[in-house]
């Protein structure tokens, strides 16, 4: 696991300085509305921080995919106004993140103030990492505060451009993320286990890969389970599954053979005919899934063999849905297991860490989404960590300290 050390707002003296805070606020929003606002509140702390102690807070962050235009309806004003509220604070929105408009805002700032910059990808530079596009960012500030862990595996002009011309920190939540994700991993309490599920074992082979080597049991659920079912010689009918994956999962199953961790993969299913709400259901055993029907869940009896695994860990690490949670009663798997964890860990005998997109939605379908040991606010910078990746926005807050290059 990528392990590094930095420095934290503790050794930061905020008054009277100008901090570039790198924030994620690439919030979810449908229909117009941000439909979570949890990132935004994560964030909060940090910046109460640093304006209550008299630093002058610089807010940037990338939203969506604008593809390096300006895109109107990825402006950032809105979600400006979502932090205002949760900081209970006047925050100043300011339309370009370089150049003169961001430059003058800059300098007007008083003492315990907050702007947040317009949508750094609007600009082509800020993916491309362009150095003059990390130099024009850094030209705003004293020092950075980077505070986005769920962009960290970007290495962008934002996430780790810019740190190579400013005294550089971790934020609360940037701090906060990589402890808990070190204590769930580098040093866990055993036995440690995890639950990978989703959609394809191709988007997370690394991350069952690296898996294997540190947890004792693995238990991989959702349509990534077919393709290993499928791999053991059994028939998934319709089930989505990929082909071209059959020898990596077959290669997961000896590895995990190899070094003693206990592959769980479901005993039976619950299948349908049609991928949709109403259609006839039935559980079958995994080996028995019929031609023409698909697996959409793990059946009863996988979903108390995994309550009774959960019984025997001390860790618990989650990554993707056992099954269609979106699609009632296809999440059923998901929510008593979720719902397991959440006993364990509110007795205190099981700690809980969650992160992903879609792994978030299920825990909060599953209403335990609170009662997790840690949820990150992080998807695809989730993975990777697990994966045993190095995060370049973590990497420079360990590099870049006061010895940085001069603009
Ligand atoms: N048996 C199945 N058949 C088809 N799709 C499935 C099955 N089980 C789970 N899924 C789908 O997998 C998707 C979630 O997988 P994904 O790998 O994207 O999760 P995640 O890593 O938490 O999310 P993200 O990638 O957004 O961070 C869900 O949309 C779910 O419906
Ligand atoms: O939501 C995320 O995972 C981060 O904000 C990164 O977004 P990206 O995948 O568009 O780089």
Not at 13 to 18: E, L, T
Not at 19 to 47: K, M, Q, W, Y
Not at 119 to 142: C, H, I, Q, V
Not at 321 to 328: D, S, Y
Request: glycine content about 8%.
């Amino acid at each position: 696991m990528a392990t590094q050390s930095f420095k934290t707002l503790d050794s930061l003296d905020p008054r009277g300085k100008k901090i570039l805070l790198r924030a994620d606020l690439n919030v979810p929003v449908h229909d117009g509305a941000i439909s979570d606002l949890t990132r935004i509140e994560r964030l909060a702390p940090t910046i109460r921080e640093l304006a209550d102690k008299g630093g002058r807070v610089i807010v940037v962050s990338h939203f969506d995919r604008p593809k390096g235009k300006p895109v109107p309806a990825l402006s950032l004003a809105p979600i400006s106004e979502a932090l205002a509220k949760a900081l209970g604070k006047k925050v100043t929105f300011v339309p370009d993140c370089i150049g003169k408009v961001a430059q003058s805002a800059a300098a007007a700032m008083q003492d315990g103030d907050v702007i947040v910059l317009e949508n750094t990808r609007f600009y082509a530079g800020e993916e491309k990492n362009d150095p003059e596009m990390a130099k024009s960012l850094a030209a705003l500030a004293d020092v950075y505060v980077n505070d986005a862990f769920s962009a960290a595996h970007r290495a962008h002009a934002s996430t780790e451009g810019v740190a190579h011309h400013l005294p550089s920190f971790a934020g609360r939540l940037m701090e906060i993320e990589l402890n808990a994700l070190k204590a769930a991993l580098e040093n866990p309490e055993r036995p440690v286990g995890a639950i990978v599920g989703g959609a394809k074992v191709s988007t997370k082979l690394d991350l069952l890969d690296n898996l294997i080597e540190k947890v004792d049991m693995l238990a991989v659920g959702g349509a990534m389970a077919n393709t290993f079912l499928a791999a053991q010689g059994y028939s998934v009918g319709k089930s989505l599954k990929e082909d071209d994956m059959l020898d990596t999962a077959k290669a997961i199953m000896a590895k995990a053979k190899e070094r003693g961790c206990d592959l769980v993969l479901p005993v039976d299913v619950v299948v349908s005919s049609d991928f949709m709400a109403g259609a006839p259901t039935e559980t079958v055993a995994a080996s028995a899934i019929p031609a023409d029907w698909m697996a959409l869940d793990v059946g009863p009896k996988t979903t108390a063999l995994l309550i009774q695994k959960l019984s025997t860990l001390k860790t618990l690490v989650w990554n993707g849905p056992l099954g269609v949670f979106e699609l009632p009663p296809f999440d059923e798997g998901t929510n008593a297991v979720a719902q397991a964890a959440a006993k364990l860990t509110k007795e205190g005998k099981l700690k809980t860490v969650a992160g992903g997109g879609d792994t978030v939605s299920a825990l909060r379908h599953a209403h335990v989404l609170h009662d997790m040991s840690y949820v990150s606010t992080a998807g695809g910078a989730f993975l990777e960590w697990l994966e045993g990746k190095i995060l370049p926005g973590v990497v420079m807050l360990s590099q870049a300290g006061e010895d940085v290059a001069p603009l």
